[in-house]
């Protein structure tokens, strides 16, 4: 039997007693900008990235718990860029949670707790594991959006987005009761060795793929599975719709890994066929939608489901006529796509905080009008992220794109160059509603007044944010092989 070895999960046990120093600070501070909460929840993280990036250097694939966590080169990665993207998000929001009467404790002690399941997800190698953190992560998230209880539009998509998660856990658990009860197991590795031997009910097995494709497309966001996405990103306080856009759709993407490329790569034939359908689903719907929106949030909403598309599109070419000799290259491009789609939303959401004040919420595309002539630098840096998200290069969003297109035509097959072909066309027809916002910033008249407030912090970090899908965009090709050789690694194990 393996052994328990606490030092694979010494990050998540630094989180969690962090998490519990923060809330006992929290209890005595009266600072009422909870400034050492917020400080103290920086370090935390800052810490549990260090002990993340020393793994990811070690290389290793370590064992512990009994075999129920696997700590391998994907799962350091995936959740040091989730932990980097909540810093960056309490970063954002700590203005924002001042002038709202929102800066708590609470907030920052459960942005950890969701940054506490992103983290057990990506090191799971186990269904009851993958479940827990799953739980961790969502009711956290549930609470987040709810943390306004005087402002009825949060309170009911929290509503919204507690129920609807709380069916889409419910689709996820069957299909791994299914899996167990068709392979006598709750461990991902012996899950893909009972599929391999083929001893086992193969129509059992595919009803729970089923259900678990389902639940999985739910916490990304996919068509149909999106009904909560606009009405969550529109109603939960902006500080929260980055929470909830960002850090967890890496979760997302490794318990896809974990579970159907680790576990159930055998019954790819099958998965793949569902991913092809969710992927263009969410093209269509997400960029057709995100049209006649007029509500910015509730636009990037549907904007992220069209960019989920692509990131399942990617997860869809892996193994092609029964071989796995594009699965490197696919996976890789569907990580990177999500790299570039995470670094970019933080950058948007985070200027639509920046332009929020007491009392106004910068929320309409008509906020944005002239806002080239009140602030250039603002509406310059919310023009690269609006091209990023079209693919205009040298933007990184252009490289994601394209990583994900070559990695369907490299397939050599009809049925995924038609799919390339198709997403283009659907990238043209999102390229309009990225570009109206651009010529609402540049040629539109002004329509408010009130000079753009100067945060020097927040200043910098958009600043930042803005030269790093740009620089991440001209030198794509690292940042593109670290995803392969974190994934290489991991999948050779």
């Known amino acids: 039997m393996t052994p328990m070895n606490w030092s694979a999960i010494a990050p998540e046990i630094w989180l969690l007693v962090m998490a519990c120093v923060v809330l006992l600070v929290d209890l005595w501070s009266d600072d009422p900008e909870r400034d050492p909460a917020f400080w103290l929840t920086q370090a935390a993280i800052a810490v549990f990235v260090w002990l993340h990036l020393e793994g990811f250097r070690g290389g290793l694939t370590v064992y512990g718990m009994q075999g129920m966590v696997v700590v391998d080169p994907m799962g350091h990665l995936l959740a040091l860029l989730a932990a980097l993207a909540v810093m960056v998000t309490l970063a954002y929001a700590r203005p924002t949670l001042a002038s709202r009467d929102m800066a708590k404790g609470e907030f920052y002690l459960l942005a950890m707790f969701v940054l506490l399941g992103i983290s057990v997800m990506c090191s799971a190698n186990n269904f009851l594991v993958v479940y827990l953190g799953l739980e961790l992560m969502s009711l956290s998230l549930y609470a987040l959006t709810a943390l306004r209880r005087d402002h009825a539009v949060a309170t009911e998509a929290a509503m919204k987005y507690f129920v609807l998660g709380a069916l889409a856990s419910g689709f996820l658990l069957y299909g791994l009761s299914m899996m167990y009860g068709a392979t006598g197991t709750l461990e991902i590795p012996k899950v893909f060795e009972s599929i391999a031997a083929g001893r086992i009910n193969q129509e059992v097995l595919v009803f729970g793929v089923v259900f678990v494709v389902a ?275 991991a999948l050779a194990t």
């Open 215 to 489: 639940g999985l497309a739910f916490k990304f966001g996919a068509v149909p599975f999106h009904m909560w996405v606009p009405d969550v990103y529109q109603g939960a306080p902006t500080a929260v719709t980055l929470l909830i856009g960002g850090a967890p759709k890496f979760a997302a993407f490794a318990i896809t890994i974990r579970l159907l490329v680790e576990g159930m790569l055998g019954l790819a034939q099958h998965w793949q066929q569902m991913f092809i359908v969710l992927a263009v689903g969410s093209l269509v719907v997400g960029n057709v939608a995100a049209i006649a929106q007029t509500n910015l949030k509730r636009m990037l909403a549907y904007s992220t489901i069209a960019q989920i598309g692509f990131v399942v599109l990617g997860l869809s070419a892996g193994v092609v006529s029964g071989n796995t000799l594009s699965a490197a290259n696919a996976y890789s491009s569907a990580m990177f796509y999500l790299v570039a789609y995470v670094l970019t939303t933080l950058g948007t959401f985070g200027l639509v905080m920046f332009l929020s004040r007491q009392g106004f919420e910068s929320e309409e595309v008509a906020d944005l009008a002239g806002l080239a002539r009140r602030a250039p630098w603002v509406a310059g840096v919310m023009t690269v992220f609006m091209f990023s998200l079209a693919g205009v290069p040298p933007m990184i969003g252009f490289f994601a794109k394209l990583s994900v297109i070559q990695a369907l035509v490299t397939t050599n097959q009809a049925l995924y160059i038609g799919l390339a072909v198709f997403a283009v066309l659907m990238s043209l027809i999102g390229a309009y509603y990225y570009l109206r916002i651009v010529k609402v910033m540049w040629f539109d008249e002004p329509g408010q007044t009130a000079p753009v407030r100067q945060g020097q912090g927040v200043t910098a970090l958009l600043a930042l944010n803005g030269a790093a899908v740009l620089v991440f965009g001209v030198f794509s090709g690292g940042l593109m092989a670290l995803c392969r050789d974190a994934l290489v690694r």
